[in-house]
């Protein structure tokens, strides 16, 4: 019995055309391998699964190969197959050209990921390969729309040790990413009739932007050397907080402030939305503990493997307040968005203390790159300074008043991707202008650490 064509290996899609099958599946060939359709070293199947699945005779998909082989578009080798020979690629006539990427920065210093090149790969397959061998089979189905027991366990008992939060697996939610959380809380606020979340006047956009794309109006609040105020929270009815490590300033909220916050919500019935999203990196001190601790019934606690790990692995946590959880779940639409694999292997990362070791190491790393950059600035620009706990993956650099445009510029010359303070300021916010740049210190990998360093140096005012 001849086997169906699904059985066989690579697939192609080819419409042969002209006279004759020999010719018409030859110039098919011949043009996708000239367009770039099919690229240089792309592998071909077989003459046998190609005929199969075009239902002509093998020794007419052969002689197609053979020819095209000759005229040097294929190669052909004992044991490897047949290949789309290394050759430049010419576009089609009257195709229109492709647009040019963005050129990419010498030295990356933009704020946002950690050094990706120090992910745990060896760590993360093991625990990959113990989580899939213990997996019940259950785990490939959709699954909960919370996300998998295993990791909200997981993550009950790490956040608990490690952050203070106060929670239990019922009342985790597992999610892609911070923004995703953030997604889905702003569609909540709108359906109960929420229109406006109080934010820090620096920030993010993109956050701001996935607020207002839920109908919710954002209104920054004062900003001072003790960190957000909160003293003009009245009628809002959600606030938007990092308290722990504030982005970008990089403060941590004064404790009469966290405790105002906390008062505010209970007596308005208001939602705090705590964003976690580097609370395991202090580098001088024990790391002040999470908002939602004081009050789990009026704080959302947020946060991610993002900054940890890698934000391509898309996993981040909301611990919810009891009575919140249904209708997150409905914003969410009942589905699990977050693959079950990913999830139990980092419920496996953090169950064999393998997340704490990733966490300890890195935290050494971004360390002495944040000691290396401070010493560096006091010897080589002096009128620079470092501002902010010693924290995170990014610092402020305060530049003498009116320089940071004319530092940005410099930056570009030099082939250093970094960001001015003031695109991270809300713009409604009423705040004394500051000169400074956002340097993301964990970005580049160890070997580039040191010519980014040089380069920034080489930017900044004397």
């Not at 820090?200 to 105020?229: C, I, K, M, Q």
């Amino acid at each position: 019995m001849a086997k169906p064509w699904a059985t066989f290996g690579v697939d192609l899609h080819l419409e042969p055309t002209g006279g004759g099958v020999r010719r018409g599946l030859t110039d098919a060939l011949r043009e996708a391998v000239r367009t770039g359709r099919l690229a240089p070293g792309a592998r071909l199947p077989s003459s046998r699964a190609l005929a199969a699945d075009l239902g002509i005779a093998r020794n007419t998909v052969a002689d197609a190969y053979a020819d095209l082989v000759a005229e040097g578009w294929l190669t052909a080798r004992q044991g490897s197959g047949t290949r789309v020979a290394e050759r430049t690629v010419v576009p089609p006539t009257g195709a229109p050209p492709r647009p040019r990427g963005p050129g990419h920065p010498t030295h990356n210093l933009v704020p946002g990921t950690p050094d990706l090149a120090s992910f745990p790969r060896a760590q993360w397959l093991k625990a990959a390969r113990r989580a899939l061998a213990t997996a019940p089979y259950q785990a490939l189905d959709y699954g909960d729309p919370r996300g998998r027991i295993e990791l909200r366990t997981a993550l009950a008992g790490y956040l608990a040790r490690a952050r203070g939060v106060r929670a239990d697996p019922e009342h985790i939610l597992v999610c892609a990413g911070f923004s995703h959380g953030l997604r889905l809380l702003g569609a909540v606020l709108r359906a109960r009739g929420a229109r406006t979340v109080a934010v820090e006047s620096y920030g993010l956009d993109v956050h701001w932007n996935l607020l207002a794309a839920a109908g919710l109006r954002t209104v920054p609040l004062p900003f001072d050397e003790r960190g957000t105020d909160p003293g003009e929270l009245t009628d809002q009815d959600a606030v938007l907080l990092t308290p722990a490590h504030q982005f970008p300033m990089g403060g941590t909220l004064h404790r009469d402030r966290r405790a105002a916050v906390v008062e505010w919500a209970r007596h308005t019935g208001g939602l705090v939305v705590e964003d976690d999203y580097d609370g395991e990196f202090r580098y001088d001190r024990q790391p002040v503990g999470a908002l939602q601790g004081l009050d789990p019934d009026h704080v959302v606690h947020a946060g991610t493997a993002s900054k940890s790990l890698a934000p391509g692995l898309r996993l981040g946590w909301l611990v919810l307040p009891p009575g919140l959880m249904e209708e997150v779940l409905a914003a969410k639409g009942g589905i699990d968005s977050c693959g079950s694999l990913d999830q139990l292997t980092l419920a496996e990362f953090l169950v064999s203390g393998a997340y704490d070791r990733h966490v300890r190491a890195a935290r050494l790393r971004y360390r002495r790159r944040r000691d290396a950059l401070v010493a560096e600035l006091a010897r080589r620009a002096p009128r620079v300074h470092a501002t902010g706990i010693a924290a995170g993956l990014h610092v402020v650099l305060r530049l003498p008043p009116g320089t940071e445009q004319s530092a940005l510029r410099a930056a570009a010359w030099q082939g250093l991707a970094v960001h001015g303070l003031h695109r991270y300021q809300h713009p409604e916010a009423g705040v004394e202008r500051r000169d400074a740049l956002v340097v993301g210190y964990g970005t580049p990998p160890d070997h580039a650490w040191s010519g980014a360093l040089e380069a920034l140096c080489a930017v900044l005012p004397e």
